[in-house]
């Protein structure tokens, strides 16, 4: 019996998965819709910038706050 659920999962699975990507066509991408004006693109400079060194300095200044304001005792 545990066999023919574990079947009948898997197909489940299988088929609601095979469904979403049917569903999802990366063509209806390509259309504009009204009112949409996508900006010019990031260089490759902005985007390391955004996405990789203000998270970074971002970081370092919660956790330079954090040690900062400790206020536990120093052993």
Same mark, same amino acid.
């Given at each position: 019996? $545990?066999?023919?659920?574990?079947?009948?999962?898997? !197909?489940? +699975?299988? @088929?609601?998965?095979?469904?979403?990507? &049917?569903?999802?066509?990366?063509?209806?991408?390509?259309?504009?819709?009204?009112? $949409?004006?996508?900006?010019?693109?990031?260089?490759? !400079?902005? +985007?390391? @910038?955004?996405?990789?060194?203000?998270? &970074?300095?971002?970081?370092?200044?919660?956790?330079?706050?954090?040690?900062?304001? $400790?206020?536990?005792?120093?052993?």
């Amino acid at each position: 019996m $545990d066999k023919k659920n574990a079947l009948r999962a898997g !197909a489940v +699975t299988a @088929g609601t998965t095979l469904m979403m990507l &049917l569903m999802t066509s990366p063509a209806l991408a390509l259309t504009r819709d009204d009112g $949409d004006d996508p900006g010019s693109g990031l260089s490759v !400079a902005e +985007t390391l @910038g955004l996405f990789v060194a203000a998270p &970074l300095v971002l970081f370092a200044v919660i956790a330079g706050l954090v040690m900062v304001m $400790d206020r536990s005792k120093k052993a």
